[in-house]
Each structure stands twice: as structure tokens, then as C-alpha cells.
């Protein structure tokens, strides 16, 4: 008696050969130059954000994981500006370390990309909403937007007071509305009284020479999120005391270009 031989599953169509097995590829779809082109035109800004996306967390993470003295015991200073760099800004902000705050660790600039695009605009927004930084040097528009939403602390005090000296300093740019809340309409509302929030840099000419910024049209606060603000304030005054100097800008120049 012979066994009749099973085959197995997947070798049933081997005896009707490889001529008649069936294959299903999907239809291709050629890549030519100006496919590429219409997609890069439409998409490609979906790319420019995940690039600064990627760039924005590693950028967070090293901060996270590199060693950090802790909040009470360093003051960072968050800069958005083209025309210095760190090199040149923690030179200047050494000497009033020293004086001004000697028991910090740590006294250090970040430098912020300049300008309204994506990136920049993304960049910003992260650093203050993840509570980083304690003094943020802006454009008047930049931060006069965050300062109205909360992002800064009331500075009224500290310079009635003395705390902060700001004699001979025009103030009126510093003075902002806060938000409160949305009307039945869906437009914010904003509180009545300004209330002081940030210091206008346009007459505090030492830095342009002292650490290349230019400080027309520029304002400087404190974020809602220092831990460390007595010494915050303390280094604030004497930042503001550094930056009195004579007008470098020739006649018509006061003013900050358009961008």
C-alpha cells in the first residue's frame, strides 16, 4: 500500500510553474523635478517646522541633562537679537556678576533667533512656556504681546521703591494692559490700569558698545517663572546701571530700522 504524498501548503502551485503564479504590485507613480517642486512648495514649511521642532528638543534636552546650578543659585538672561552673541554678552555681564550678585553660581546669556519667522516665532514661545529663563530681552512688539498675556512680573514696586533705579529713563513703553478674560463676543478683555512690566532699553546706549546689542526699540522684564527673584531684581538694577552711557547714534538714527 503506498502513502499518497501531501504537499504542502505552499507548494500546491508548484506543478502549474512559475508562469502561472500572479503578482500584485501597486502602480508607480513617477517622481519627476516638478513634482518634487509642487510638493516642496506646498509641504515643504511641514518640514521647516519639524526640523526646528527636532532642533528646539534637542536643544532641551542637553540643557535638561548638562549640570545646572539650581534656580535660587544662577540668573539666565534669554536675548533675541542678530547683532552680539554670547562670547561678547557674558564678558559684559561678568564684571556686574561679580558685584552685584556674587553668590551666584551662575550668571550666563542665551542668545535667541532673531526675527518673525517660524522658527523664531516657535523657539520663543517654548523657552517661556516650559519656564525657562529668568530676565528676557525683546523686541517692543514681541514683548509687549507676552507681557500682556502674563508672562512677566509687576515692576511698579521694585522702582517706586529704589529697588530697581531707573532716574532718567523714560518708562511710558514699559507700561502694558494685562489680559483678563474673553467677552460674550470672544474678544479679550483687558485690565484698566497699566501697570508697569518691562524696561525700555532705547536710552540705555551703554550696551551697544559694551556688548554690540542693539537697544533701540528693546525691553527687557522678568519672567512670571524665576525662582530666584530677589537676586533677579538685585542683578536687574545693576544690569540697567551698566547699560547708562552716551547716545552712540548719529543724528535720525535713534530709531530702529523696519524689518
Do not use: C
Not at 506543478?15 to 516642496?40: I, S, V
Not at 546706549?205 to 522684564?221: K, P, S
Amino acid at each position: 500500500m503506498t502513502i499518497p504524498r501531501r504537499h504542502a501548503p505552499g507548494n500546491r502551485l508548484d506543478a502549474a510553474g512559475p508562469e502561472k503564479r500572479m503578482t500584485m504590485n501597486p502602480p508607480k507613480t513617477p517622481l519627476t523635478k516638478e513634482r518634487l517642486k509642487d510638493h516642496l512648495t506646498y509641504s515643504g514649511w511641514k518640514y521647516l517646522v519639524m526640523a526646528a521642532f527636532v532642533a528646539f528638543t534637542w536643544s532641551m534636552v542637553y540643557t535638561q541633562t548638562e549640570y545646572r546650578p539650581p534656580e535660587d543659585k544662577r540668573v539666565d538672561l534669554y536675548i533675541k537679537s542678530s547683532t552680539t552673541n554670547t562670547d561678547i554678552v557674558d564678558a559684559f555681564l561678568l564684571p556686574i556678576w561679580q558685584e552685584a550678585v556674587p553668590d551666584m553660581e551662575s550668571v550666563r546669556s542665551v542668545m535667541l533667533m532673531a526675527g518673525n519667522d517660524t522658527g523664531s516665532v516657535m523657539q520663543l514661545s517654548v523657552y517661556i512656556a516650559a519656564g525657562e529663563g529668568d530676565i528676557y530681552i525683546l523686541p517692543k512688539e514681541d514683548f509687549k504681546n507676552y507681557a500682556s498675556a502674563g508672562a512677566f512680573i509687576p515692576l511698579d514696586a521694585y522702582v517706586a521703591d529704589g529697588v530697581i533705579d531707573t532716574e532718567g529713563l523714560d518708562l511710558s513703553a514699559g507700561y502694558v494692559q494685562r489680559q483678563l478674560d474673553y467677552d460674550d463676543n470672544g474678544f479679550v478683555t483687558y485690565e484698566e490700569t497699566p501697570i508697569l512690566l518691562g524696561i525700555p532699553m532705547d536710552q540705555l546706549y551703554g550696551y551697544v558698545n559694551g556688548m554690540q546689542l542693539d537697544n533701540r526699540g528693546m525691553m527687557m522684564g522678568i519672567t512670571i517663572h524665576s525662582n530666584n527673584e530677589e537676586n533677579v531684581v538685585k542683578f536687574m538694577n545693576a544690569f540697567i546701571q551698566a547699560g547708562r552711557g552716551e547716545n552712540p547714534w548719529p543724528a535720525g538714527e535713534e530709531q530702529r530700522p523696519a524689518e
